[in-house]
């Protein structure tokens, strides 16, 4: 049985989630490929043919325009980071984790990403949830609540939900007059 607080953390994610589900039913490679302006990061296939995400750090300012597959990207380095760090003892570097190549294949990595999350969350008590030791390993973040913390993810997977919709609402409507 969950607690009460877990139970609240768990809707939210499933609220999230459906809003994701809605704009991945017609996700296909090419748009989550088509760059909306110029100056734009997204994934591609580097040398080995692994499917790497265009980043820097510091972060430029402006920062650049994203397509969908780096939005997709950026939910599974964050949430495989998350995973990694509250649940598995630690996560790959960001370097390490590359898009899947389609977006049929990231769909199922997000899905999986998401049921693993929500399996820890449903085993969480009271405790786990008002302590920072599984956070503490954390990139970002480490001296957070594990509550704070999968507040968080949910909020920045709506975020991330939300880019992803304007970035499918201006990619069908750029060629209509």
Not at 15 to 44: G, I, M, N, Q, S
Not at 150 to 175: C, D, F, P, Q, S
Request: charged share 25%; net charge negative; aromatic share 10%.
């Amino acid at each position: 049985m969950t607690v009460p607080r877990t139970e609240l953390l768990l809707r939210q994610l499933d609220t999230a989630w459906a809003l994701f589900e809605y704009h991945l039913k017609d996700l296909d490679d090419a748009a989550c490929l088509w760059e909306p302006a110029p100056h734009c990061w997204t994934v591609r296939p580097d040398e080995r043919g692994r499917w790497t995400a265009d980043w820097q750090a510091p972060e430029p300012d402006p920062l650049p325009a994203v397509t969908i597959g780096w939005v997709t990207w950026h939910i599974g380095y964050w949430w495989t980071t998350v995973l990694g760090h509250c649940f598995r003892g630690g996560a790959p570097a960001r370097e390490e984790i590359a898009w899947p190549g389609s977006a049929a294949a990231a769909a199922a990595w997000l899905g999986g990403l998401k049921d693993a999350w929500r399996a820890e969350l449903t085993r969480l008590t009271d405790a786990d949830l008002d302590s920072a030791e599984r956070t503490a390993g954390l990139p970002w973040g480490g001296e957070m609540t594990l509550a704070d913390v999968a507040g968080w993810v949910t909020v920045e997977l709506t975020k991330n939900v939300a880019e992803i919709g304007l970035l499918r609402t201006l990619y069908g409507a750029r060629n209509r007059t």
